[in-house]
């Protein structure tokens, strides 16, 4: 394979998680070793909307110590975007320009980090690149909290979501339970179609401190199913806590937050979730009358850094750095993807996956994984996910706080 010489932009897109900048840092830390043959390394600000606006940092004007500081920085350090790219072959206006900014700043190197859309994104510009004949290796680097894109055994940005859910249920469930009267506490769990994540409630009830029930999207929601299942746990033990996702729909289609509202919707057609926890806290305020708590974990549960977990900060870095060693030895058009070994203790292998397999795919929770009633997860779950939070993830310190990374974010000049 040929030496391609250029300069490489990378770009985050989609809801940020707590280890989407540890991939960063594997990307830029990479990208800037690649001195042979990555010439300039830029960072899109808002992802694909900075490529179209031309704005873009040159990261190799940044501190090394704080580009190593990424690695504990939550949320999207370079800010992110959801914005759906029409299909070239009805609209190229995007694509045009997106090839003339590329010519331009000679890019022959594009990372994008992101979930389902924004592999989809990354797949488009890929195929797009290809038919105009512009040279360019095109690799995702996978990043979603909801754990659901294809082809992968997890995703970055998960463990860590998981290791906080988990941890707050457990801490959730000694304050729920301080009073001697009766009590039903929701809590709401992010997931827009898949349910790895509410499934990681199941964790604090492994350790003894957990919710009675659990709901995902991979069932059909039953408001009168999930009253009968509650009222029966009430009856006997007065404290019930439920853990349920945000993206439950009823069969006919309709999210909890929809039964007593509308609710708007963004670029990609994705209705703006939560608040599913108050509504069911009423309903069962309503029907049995005891004290209740809607508990919504929203973006916490996202940005909690103090709680990732160590296997996924160092696997997040490991995907950044490979999508650049995969790019600079000729690949091009796949996503950095995980797989474990079928047999014996964990361990994160690397596979790539073709972009064309993973956009607009999604990965549920299988269902021999969920209970026959549907309201719980078994053990297949908590021998997938345990491996994956292990380990504690040490956050920089100053005056007590976080001491997060601080880019000077200098603009690009073309
Ligand atoms: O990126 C996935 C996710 O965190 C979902 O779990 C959640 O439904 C969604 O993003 C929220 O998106 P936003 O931050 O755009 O409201």
Redesign the pocket.
């Known amino acids: 394979m040929s030496k391609l010489i250029g300069n490489a932009i990378f770009g985050q897109s ?4 707590a280890v989407i900048n540890a991939s960063a840092a594997g990307v830029f830390t990479e990208a800037l070793q690649q001195t042979g043959v990555i010439r300039k390394v830029y960072g899109a600000a808002h992802g694909i909307v900075g490529i179209l606006n031309e704005k873009f940092y040159d990261m190799g004007q940044e501190d090394p110590s704080e580009l190593e500081l990424l690695k504990t920085t939550p949320s999207s350090a370079l800010g992110s975007c ?1 914005y759906k790219l029409a299909k070239a072959e009805v609209d190229d206006t995007d694509y045009k320009r997106l090839l003339e900014v590329f010519k331009k700043y000679d890019i022959r190197y594009f990372f994008y980090n992101g ?1 389902n859309d924004s592999m989809d994104t990354c797949n488009k510009i890929s195929k797009y690149l290809q038919n105009a004949g512009y040279e360019c290796r095109v690799m995702g680097v996978p990043k ?3 754990n659901d894109l294809f082809g992968t055994d997890h995703c970055p940005g998960f463990a860590s979501a998981a290791k906080y859910i988990a941890t707050t249920i457990m801490e959730v469930y000694l304050d729920a339970r301080v009073y001697d009267i009766g009590m039903i506490t929701v809590i709401e769990i ?3 179609h898949a349910g790895w ?1 509410t499934a990681s409630a199941a964790l604090a009830a492994h350790k003894g401190h957990g919710p009675d029930l659990i709901y995902l999207p991979e069932i059909d929601f039953d408001l009168d199913k999930m009253m009968a299942d509650v009222k029966r746990i009430y009856a006997k033990e007065k404290k019930v806590i439920i853990a349920v996702s ?2 439950v729909q009823t069969k006919e289609g309709k999210f909890i937050p929809e039964l007593v509202g509308e609710v708007s919707v ?1 670029a990609f057609g ?1 209705k ?3 608040g599913t926890a108050s509504v069911l806290a009423d309903y069962f305020k309503k029907e049995i009358g005891c004290k209740v708590r809607g508990i919504e974990l929203s ?1 916490m549960q ?1 940005c909690a850094a103090h709680l990732a977990s160590k296997t996924d900060v160092d696997e997040s870095f490991l995907a950044g750095q490979t999508a650049v060693r995969c790019a600079v030895d000729g690949m091009t058009d796949f996503m950095v993807g995980f797989q474990r070994p079928e047999s014996g203790p964990y361990a994160c292998e690397i596979k790539l996956i073709p972009l064309s397999e993973v956009a607009n795919a999604e990965k549920k929770v299988p269902r021999e994984w969920i209970n026959d009633e549907g309201n719980f997860v078994n053990e297949h779950f908590i021998n997938y996910a345990l491996p994956l939070i292990q380990g504690e993830s040490t956050v920089a310190i100053e005056d007590g706080l976080p001491r997060f990374a601080r880019l000077k974010k200098v603009q690009a000049e073309g």
């Open positions: 989609g809801g940020p998680t959801r979930g979603t909290i909801d992010m997931g827009r994540l945000e993206g963004d994705h703006q979730l939560g973006l996202r």
